[in-house]
């Protein structure tokens, strides 16, 4: 055979290794960690460095029911969907790495959740799973920071990851993270200069790099994914390149987008071209998260437990190593 | 690679005899690196000079096109690792597999399914590019009569697949005069495969699980004066599949290295493996059987991942129609990103309901994205409502805002003082309900 001169990218920079969770003799409760990032080239590259960490499946749960979701969740929820404890419990079965709770902007019966709401949900997930957990508050600036320090209190030391980090309201949520040991996650709308700025801002006020992620958020396939897949390409080389500020661990959550489309949320009325709607749906929720992880995802967070079992397959396949430097 | 003009002067006559229409050859070989004359403009270039410089100018990957009755899938020609840095531009080809030991009306109920497959996506058709035919039974007539099978259903383009160089000829006999990709060559039976593909001006595919097997086929095969090639690394697994599709690429890219030059194709069994082919370079993909709910959703990921980054698709602003709306119907206002666009007029369109809706020039860009980026404001609105003649159109005035851009009413209201400015609901899912109920 004729020799061949594979090009070999060499890059001068890495991705940090970010641990997230924190077990017993680390002064928290988890029974397992997680560690995601530490890759020294372009996904699955095994051929030019070896890929410590694989990437990890979250799974989202909510505080209560989510009204609006699909019909086909509800309905594959409906044992556990009222009550957060067997939600993280039934999540956790689904074989998922870790779990990312949203809390609700109001609870059962309309009201504004409540600090204390939040933290006994928090706290019944803590109690149910020994996975790592991540928090998300409503998305609205006043209420998330006051949920996220109310929680962030209350579980001091398990290193759970506080969102959603935004360039018009981080202060808080970092500030509550870094005086009670957890993480961060820093969102910005699909930009790799924004998603600097951000990191630098977190920085700047003492939160080391060693606890951020980022979320560069994506569109779902069809919507907008085409951008996502892009700029995680793009912060992935610039964090190869040796840029300090975007060596993060990339958060995304296909799950959330690919379940907003009309494709996976209605099955009446729409295109006989489309197929059976739940296997729709599965698909559009694994597209859209396979596609992001060949564009570099660190953390996929999914919906539905067939799309957990698909993409599981998919990334034992990407890590498997047959060919190495 | 392309050659500097510098390059292409020591293939020249350099005798500056100015018949090509330039004072010196020198003048000649910079217009002709910036591709801005024909060489047959000098009529004393030697042969030799005019292969090599016919070599350079051929792109780094081989464009490959597949034919029949008029239908044609091209693979090749790309130009970039990563779609930011220019764009991806031939859409993969995607084909459906059926095999030939199934009954024939099977076959051809399969196949019809597959053909009639079109699924419509911001204003765009999706289809099947073309079906792929399996010999399993390793039987030539079988093999035969499945392609008629074929036929019978549809005239898209096919892969054949069989490793038996007899079952192949009896198949491509079938379907002379097509341009198919013949499936394929490898180590044992290339020569046989190479003969076929000469034969019947077939492409073929090139199968082996290294890249030294690969280039070893390729170079050999081309020898044979095959040069449609497409390449096959077989390889159990995606990240495999992977990296050798990126090795081939960054080979034919950055190295200029012809004999991995050619697209590459894959074969689907699942989901992620469909995934992967498309966002990670695959020139055509094989399905392992047709389902719609699996076929819409790779067409759209193709779509996307193959749109221009410089260029969102978008429609053209105006005053559009629903339903024939009369003149105290609703006016909707929506942005000229496709995909919002189609998202709100499909469901106004399945409302039933007629209306007006009013695209307005937002650079292509979503609701909230153009409002963030200061395209989709009260005044821009306004300005729509005169370029369009709307106040013309309507005797009442109303104006519907979609609901995530609320916080434009107050301002709009004064822009537009006599129109009535109601607020809609955020995802166009819920127009029809909106409409039936609100207005
Ligand atoms: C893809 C995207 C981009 C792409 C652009 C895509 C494009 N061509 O528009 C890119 C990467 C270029 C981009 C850039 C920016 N983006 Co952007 N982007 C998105 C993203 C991920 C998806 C947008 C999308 O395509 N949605 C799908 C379409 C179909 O939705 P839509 O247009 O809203 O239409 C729906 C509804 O509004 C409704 N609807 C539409 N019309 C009508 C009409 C009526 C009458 C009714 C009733 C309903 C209705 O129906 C549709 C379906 O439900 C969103 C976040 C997200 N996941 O939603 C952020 C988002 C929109 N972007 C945002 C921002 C801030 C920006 C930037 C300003 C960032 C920056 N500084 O660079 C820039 C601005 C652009 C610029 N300066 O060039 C923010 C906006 C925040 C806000 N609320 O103000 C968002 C929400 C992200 C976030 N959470 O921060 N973005
Ligand atoms: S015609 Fe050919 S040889 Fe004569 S000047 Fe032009 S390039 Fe040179």
């Known amino acids: 055979y004729m020799p061949i001169e594979i090009p070999i990218d060499k890059w001068p920079g890495s991705v940090r290794a970010i641990t997230i969770g924190a077990m017993q003799s680390e002064g928290g409760t988890r029974e397992r960690t997680v560690v995601v990032g530490g890759e020294k080239a372009m996904p699955y590259m095994h051929f030019e460095s070896e890929m410590p960490h694989p990437p990890v499946i979250g799974m989202e749960i909510r505080d209560r029911r989510p009204d609006d979701w699909s019909p086909l969740l509800l309905e594959t929820w409906k044992d556990v969907i009222d009550d957060p404890a067997k939600w993280a419990k039934a999540a956790e079965d689904t074989g998922v790495d870790l779990l990312v709770l949203y809390l609700s902007l109001t609870d059962r019966e309309g009201n504004e959740t409540t600090p204390e709401g939040a933290v006994s949900a928090v706290k019944s997930v803590l109690g149910a799973s020994g996975l790592p957990l991540v928090v998300f508050g409503p998305g609205q600036a006043e209420l998330d920071n006051n949920l996220l320090v109310a929680v962030a209190e209350a579980t001091k030391g398990e290193r759970l990851v506080l969102g959603i980090c935004e360039d018009k309201n981080y202060r808080t949520i970092v500030a509550t993270a870094m005086a009670n040991g957890h993480l961060v996650s820093a969102r910005t709308p699909m930009d790799v200069n924004l998603a600097k700025q951000l990191n630098i801002l977190i920085t700047d006020m003492g939160l080391p790099l060693e606890r951020i992620l980022m979320d560069p958020t994506t569109g779902a396939l069809g919507y907008g994914i085409e951008y996502g897949f892009s700029v995680m390409e793009r912060l992935r080389l610039a964090a190869l390149q040796g840029d300090n500020m975007t060596q993060l661990p990339m958060i995304v959550t296909p799950g959330f987008e690919a379940w907003k489309t009309k494709e996976s949320k209605v099955g009446e009325g729409v295109p006989a071209s489309w197929g059976d709607w739940l296997r729709r749906a599965i698909n559009w929720e694994t597209l859209t998260a396979v596609a992001l992880l060949e564009s570099g995802a660190d953390i996929v967070v999914l919906r539905h437990p067939d799309s957990v079992k698909q993409v599981r397959v998919a990334i034992d396949e990407l890590m498997a190593v047959h060919q190495t430097v | ?439």
Request: some cysteine; charged content about 20%; overall charge negative.
């Open chain 2, 1 to 439: 690679m392309a050659l500097s003009g510098i390059q292409i002067y020591k293939l020249l006559p350099q005798t500056n005899c100015k018949e090509c229409g330039f004072p010196t050859c020198l003048a000649f070989a910079m217009k002709l690196a910036a591709k801005q004359v024909e060489l047959s403009a000098c009529p004393y270039v030697t042969e030799e000079s005019k292969a090599q410089l016919a070599e350079s100018a051929a792109p780094p990957i081989r464009l490959v096109s597949l034919k029949s009755n008029g239908y044609e899938v091209k693979a090749g020609n790309e130009v970039v690792l990563y779609r930011h840095e220019k764009t991806f531009y031939n859409r993969p080809g995607v084909f459906v597999k059926v095999q030939d030991d199934r009954a024939i009306d099977d076959i051809k109920a399969e196949v019809a399914r597959a053909d009639a497959f079109t699924a419509n996506y911001v204003g765009i058709d999706l289809t099947i590019d073309g079906i792929a035919v399996e010999s399993v039974s390793g039987d030539a007539t079988k093999f035969a009569d499945a392609i008629g099978a074929v036929r019978s259903a549809s005239q898209k383009p096919l892969i054949m697949i069989s490793l038996n160089s007899d079952v192949m000829s009896a198949g491509l006999r079938a379907v002379d005069g097509e341009t198919p990709l013949i499936y394929g060559a490898s180590v044992d039976n290339w020569e046989a495969m190479a003969e076929l593909a000469k034969q019947h001006k077939a492409a073929l595919a090139v199968i082996a699980d290294s890249l030294e097997g690969l280039v070893d086929l390729t170079e050999k095969i081309k020898g044979k004066g095959v040069e449609d090639l497409v390449l096959h690394p077989a390889s159990a697994g995606l990240s495999t599949a992977l990296i050798m599709n990126t090795q081939i690429r960054r080979l034919a890219l950055k190295k200029n290295f012809r004999p991995l030059g050619y697209p590459s194709m894959a074969f689907a069994s699942k989901s992620a493996d469909a995934a992967q082919a498309i966002t990670k370079y695959s020139g055509f993909v094989v399905l392992d059987q047709f389902a719609p709910e699996l076929a819409y959703p790779i067409l759209v990921l193709r779509q996307n991942i193959y749109t221009d980054p410089q260029k969102p698709i978008q429609v053209q602003p105006g005053l559009y129609e629903i339903n024939n709306p009369k003149t105290d119907d609703p006016v909707l206002v929506t942005t000229n990103f496709s995909i919002t666009y189609f998202s709100v007029a499909n469901e106004v369109e399945g409302s039933g309901l007629p209306a007006w809706l009013l695209v307005t020039d937002a650079e292509g860009m979503s609701v909230l994205t153009a409002w963030a980026a200061g395209k989709f404001d009260s005044e821009r609105i306004a300005k729509a409502v005169k370029t369009f003649n709307v106040a013309d159109k309507v005797t009442r005035h109303r104006l519907v805002l979609p609901g995530h851009v609320a916080v434009l009413s107050g301002e709009l209201e004064s822009e537009l003082p006599d129109w009535e400015i109601r607020v809609g609901p955020r995802e166009a899912v819920d127009i029809p309900k909106f409409m039936k109920q609100a207005l």
